[in-house]
């Protein structure tokens, strides 16, 4: 009975599509792309600073589940034109003892709806809509706007983007204005707030193998003129594998801004080398950044697309890439063993020291990680990490800070 009565409905759809001189609902899905992500995170992240527990810089002192699903539709409109829309749920849920209970209330959401234009004569592609930003300033900061992507020239990729608004009430993790206590002191760092924000520019990028670069440009209305570079190379030497890279990020603010913000032209660069030998994979780097005593910025939203290992202390005090002040100087080391081809276990360290200007006390922060993760099969993994991070103030009478992040997660991709 079921079958039968779906039958007659799908038969009185069809119907009436082909009544309004419509394809039928079997023509109008055969040419679409479904795709998508199913995660679960657990997440415990405590900060000990003397006898007192705070919530930690990632997350909450209580237990967190969070959940997040995308849905993902492509569908072919003509011979040039496509459509993508993506569906997401997302929660962070608090666990035993909070009181906020299981959600099951929110839904689905649009997070990004656009049209995709392709003319293969020009090697041109062109998105309009809500999409992913996709700059090496951003994660997966999402805005309105335009994109053109052109790959006339073999190896080289050209781009140009226009973006009107962005997500940052949603995403949480972009430059805005920043209010925190460090060191007994009551701190500000007013910066770039992107929900009122605009951002257009330009890109280069060039895949040479075994040389590859990236040049950016970009400017943020009433703000700052960005600029990056980065460049890559790849060798082998027997049966090992090597990747050096290296980045520079710069911004020059407007000069209003500069004295409203108390703000200073901001420099990034880090370098690192990886290698994979057999089973083994390593890296190790450098990273400096941020000024003693003025605010700047690096990128705009979360890490960026650049060199920045580690959890934790990229996001502590005096540290944040989204606006921050402090000058920066970190080294780090990773090393990991993969058991066959599904298993991984690896080490990280992250160490360094962020410096002040006078009257406010240096902090020599280090933070150590053990990680695993096990490849169950192509689209479903699982893994996890333990993230200890270490801050020592050279200040009398100022308490040392320790934080423990814990993640376990779920991930499954379609």
Not at 380 to 394: I, V
């Amino acid at each position: 009975m079921k079958l039968v009565k779906l039958s007659l409905v799908a038969a009185l759809a069809a119907g009436a599509f082909s009544a309004a001189n419509a394809v039928s609902l079997e023509e109008a899905i055969k040419d679409v792309d479904v795709s998508g992500m199913f995660r679960y995170r657990f997440e415990s992240d405590r900060r000990d600073i003397g006898n007192t527990i705070e919530d930690g810089y990632n997350n909450s002192k209580e237990n967190k589940h969070r959940f997040k699903s995308q849905l993902n539709f492509k569908a072919a409109l003509d011979d040039n034109f496509k459509a993508f829309v993506q569906f997401q749920y997302s929660t962070n849920e608090a666990g035993f003892g909070t009181g906020n209970g299981t959600n099951t209330h929110d839904t689905f959401a649009v997070q990004q709806a656009y049209l995709e234009y392709t003319n293969e004569a020009y090697a041109t592609n062109v998105t309009f809509g809500k999409m992913e930003v996709g700059s090496i300033w951003t994660d997966d900061l999402v805005g309105t706007g335009a994109k053109v992507l052109n790959n006339s020239i073999e190896g080289l990729t050209f781009a140009g983007y226009w973006f009107d608004s962005f997500n940052a009430e949603d995403d949480g993790d972009t430059a805005a204005s920043l209010s925190t206590k460090t060191n007994n002191k009551n701190q500000h760092f007013p910066v770039i707030n992107m929900a009122k924000s605009s951002l257009y520019g330009a890109a280069v990028l060039g895949d040479f193998d075994p040389f590859a670069f990236q040049i950016w440009a970009a400017y943020s209305n009433n703000y700052a003129f960005l600029y990056a570079v980065d460049a890559s190379y790849k060798f082998a030497f027997n049966d090992a594998n090597f990747k050096i890279q290296a980045q520079y990020l710069g911004n020059s603010i407007d000069s209003d801004t500069e004295k409203r913000l108390d703000a200073d032209n901001s420099n990034f660069y880090a370098a690192q080398i990886q290698a994979n030998i057999s089973a083994f994979d390593f890296q190790a780097g450098v990273v400096g950044y941020g000024e003693k005593d003025k605010n700047t910025i690096v990128v705009l939203e979360d890490k960026g697309r650049i060199i920045a290992p580690g959890e934790q202390i990229f996001y502590s005090h005096g540290s944040r890439l989204t606006g921050d002040m402090g000058e920066n100087f970190f080294y780090f080391a990773g090393l990991g063993y993969t058991f066959a081809e599904t298993v991984r276990v690896g080490f990280d360290y992250i160490g360094g020291k962020t410096e002040y200007a006078a009257g406010i006390s240096d902090t020599d922060k280090n933070e150590y990680i053990a990680r695993v993760s096990y490849a169950y099969s192509p689209k479903l993994t699982f893994s996890g990490f333990y993230s200890y991070l270490t801050e020592d103030f050279n200040m009398n009478g100022v308490h040392d800070s320790d934080d423990q992040f814990i993640r376990l997660e779920a991930l499954y991709k379609f």
